[in-house]
């Protein structure tokens, strides 16, 4: 199978795909993505997806040139021509705020470049949802409020790196972002859950986070199952002492969580609620 890659209109295979080195998102990062899964062709809460993308374009005055359809029907035709219409693929969808005019102010006029580029799906291990993975916290401090930033899918993505290659030298699959205060905001690549007395809880979107698509997916499915849920400020202190942790995102899913730096979560792995909601996810997945 051979990756066909959209770049602003066109097709390209893997090996003759290119970016201008002029262009803002390889100079400064100066872009934004989403990423996705389809399963046997089908994007899982594309519109979501969408939704997020344009909204972050709009609050950070991109000027992208296409809409929300133009990126529809280049997600599809990418899909289907890397072979991918019957398979679960993984889906980047990238906007770059385009050629640089020379000044560090955003330009208006300058023309946005859309790229999307389509895999073939690489589950994680099984033994990740049925043993559960290991989590660090942040070497990096962050505000607790009053940095918007954080809110959008940002192609300058090294902080986050940094700290997922933090945790991967330390045995561990993801690092977790505190305050100075040791609040807990969410990981590397993750949004992040508790439950404790049978409710779940998640740091709300108040605080310097990002609105994950799985995030919101396993609220509603939380409300619609009569599943108590809270969206509140959480203390590392009560994170270690959590009955059951779950991360999510939208290529994993549902990922239990059994250790949080030294500190063992209780078992069995995965939780009773971790479990009935990996459940409600998969189905809502195969139905899409």
């Not at 390889?26 to 089908?42: A, C, P, Q, V, W």
């Not at 609040?183 to 404790?196: P, S």
Request: aromatic share 10%.
């Amino acid at each position: 199978m051979v990756d066909h890659i959209y770049i602003n209109g066109r097709f390209y295979t893997s090996a003759k795909a290119k970016i201008s080195i002029e262009d803002r998102g390889f100079l400064y990062g100066d872009g934004i993505f989403e990423t996705m899964r389809s399963h046997k062709g089908n994007v899982f809460m594309l519109y979501m997806h969408l939704e997020r993308l344009f909204h972050s374009l709009k609050v950070l005055r991109f000027n992208p040139g296409f809409d929300q359809r133009t990126v529809i029907d280049a997600l599809y035709k990418t899909i289907s021509k890397s072979g991918l219409a019957k398979k679960d693929a993984y889906i980047k969808v990238m906007v770059t705020r385009g050629k640089h005019s020379g000044a560090l102010h955003f330009d208006q006029d300058a023309k946005c470049s859309l790229v999307i580029i389509a895999k073939n799906l690489k589950p994680y291990p099984g033994k990740y949802y049925t043993r559960g993975v290991d989590i660090i916290s942040s070497s990096i401090k962050r505000h607790d409020l009053g940095e918007q930033v954080y809110r959008h899918k940002l192609m300058n993505y090294f902080e986050n790196l940094y700290e997922k290659d933090r945790a991967y030298n330390q045995g561990a699959f993801e690092s977790i972002f505190l305050t100075r205060d040791k609040l807990v905001l969410e990981g590397a690549t993750t949004n992040i859950f508790m439950v404790k007395r049978s409710t779940v809880y998640t740091p709300p979107l108040t605080q310097n986070i990002l609105g994950g698509i799985t995030r919101k997916i396993i609220l509603e499915l939380c409300r619609a199952n009569r599943i108590r849920v809270w969206e509140k400020k959480i203390h590392y202190r009560d994170l270690i002492n959590a009955h059951e942790a779950f991360l999510t995102n939208s290529i994993a899913g549902i990922l239990p969580v059994k250790k949080v730096d030294v500190h063992e979560i209780s078992r069995p792995m995965p939780g009773k609620i971790t479990s009935r909601l990996s459940d409600l996810y998969r189905l809502a997945v195969e139905k899409s």
